[in-house]
């Protein structure tokens, strides 16, 4: 189980710099002048791929950490993990968010600007928190 906590503290870590990182793109794209589309293709190319290696990272980490709640069978009843898992599911919705911002940059409709972007950008530090201090702290 130690190998399963190991590599799933790595997948953690990797879905999340993953999404500390795209909507930094965002910030960009909503920034990209009118006129300047080789500069929104790229980033909006830089974005897709971002998202989909994001992606792929969140899966085994999610099922790494299924694997560890029902392996170890800790925490079931505990208020820290119905806390945590919660924050699981906020991250999920995160990364949910992301995918849908991106069409909508892709298609232009989006209304956001680079400061919304920026505030946005600042979600996926709280989770993270959020979730090491209820795992290793457990604070009920």
Known sequence: MLWVKAFHIVFIASWFAGLFYLPRIYVNLAMVPAG??????????????????????????????????????????AGWMHAKLAVVLLAIGYHHACAVLLRKLRAGASRHGHRWFRWF????????????????????
Request: zero cysteines.
């Open 36 to 77: 300047s589309s080789a500069e929104r293709e790229r980033l909006l190319l830089m974005a897709a791929k971002l998202l989909r290696f994001t992606t792929l990272l969140a899966v085994p980490a999610l099922g790494l950490g299924l694997w560890l709640w029902l392996g170890y069978g800790i925490g079931r009843g």
């Open 121 to 140: 950008n600042e979600a996926p530090v709280l989770l993270l928190v959020a979730a090491v201090v209820l795992v290793v702290v457990k604070p009920f």
